[in-house]
């Protein structure tokens, strides 16, 4: 429930920057109030990956609030905590799959492989 809370909470003050009611939120990316009630509340997990797209186009996510949308939106998951970007980048090129398996046969961290792309 925590990371429920965690993502129903970042929507929350997301809207409230848009000034986005409830309703007119809910209406904007087509769900029922009462669904957008009891996710920003924390009691339901979090919608598809499309609906959280759409979410972050309406509320003018930029690129860290939209990262931090989908790595909120994973962790209220049962199943696949992989953030919906990341699974889309992954499954959408099978090079990157391999390079993932290499890093890790390599025994690479996330630490390390981030100095590798910085330098």
Request: proline residues 3%.
């Given at each position: 429930?925590?990371?429920?809370m965690?993502?129903?909470?970042?929507?929350?003050?997301?809207?409230?920057?848009?000034?986005?009611?409830?309703?007119?939120?809910?209406?904007?990316?087509?769900?029922?109030?009462?669904?957008?009630?009891?996710?920003?509340?924390?009691?339901?997990?979090?919608?598809?990956?499309?609906?959280?797209?759409?979410?972050?186009?309406?509320?003018?996510?930029n690129?860290?609030?939209?990262?931090t949308?989908?790595?909120?939106?994973?962790?209220?998951?049962?199943?696949?905590?992989?953030?919906?970007?990341?699974?889309?980048?992954?499954?959408?090129?099978?090079?990157?799959?391999?390079?993932?398996?290499?890093?890790?046969?390599?025994?690479?961290?996330?630490?390390?492989?981030?100095?590798?792309?910085?330098?």
């Open positions: 429930m925590l990371d429920e965690r993502f129903g909470e970042f929507i929350t003050a997301m809207r409230n920057r848009e000034k986005l009611t409830l309703r007119t939120f809910s209406e904007r990316i087509s769900l029922s109030a009462a669904y957008v009630s009891q996710m920003e509340s924390g009691k339901r997990p979090a919608p598809s990956q499309e609906m959280q797209r759409k979410m972050a186009e309406i509320l003018h996510l690129e860290e609030e939209r990262d949308l989908y790595d909120y939106a994973a962790r209220t998951k049962k199943k696949n905590r992989i953030p919906a970007d990341i699974a889309a980048y992954i499954e959408g090129d099978g090079e990157i799959l391999q390079f993932l398996r290499e890093a890790k046969r390599r025994g690479f961290t996330g630490k390390s492989l981030l100095e590798c792309i910085r330098r």
